[in-house]
């Protein structure tokens, strides 16, 4: 899942959580918005982690050619 996707979980969560009044039978409604809130938050977490750990730059290895090496001496 992607960031985007992670924000999509917090937003729908915390409309489900702040902005409804439903009231279920069968299923809370409010627990539903906060555990999709907690697994975007997660998401958005792991996600950093992962594209932090592909920005390290190494730098590539290259010979040093001195003066004497182009002459050929």
Known sequence: ??????????AV????TFATDWKMDTVNVDLVGWIMMIVGVI???VYA???R???LVVPPSTT?????DRRGL
């Not at 899942?1 to 917090?10: A, E, F, R, S, T």
């Open 13 to 16: 969560g915390a409309v489900l």
């Open 64 to 68: 040093v050619v001195s003066d004497d």
């Open 43 to 45: 998401g958005v977490f």
């Open 1 to 10: 899942m992607g960031l985007g996707g992670c924000i999509i979980l917090i």
């Open 49 to 51: 982690s992962i594209a």
């Open 53 to 55: 750990r592909r920005r």
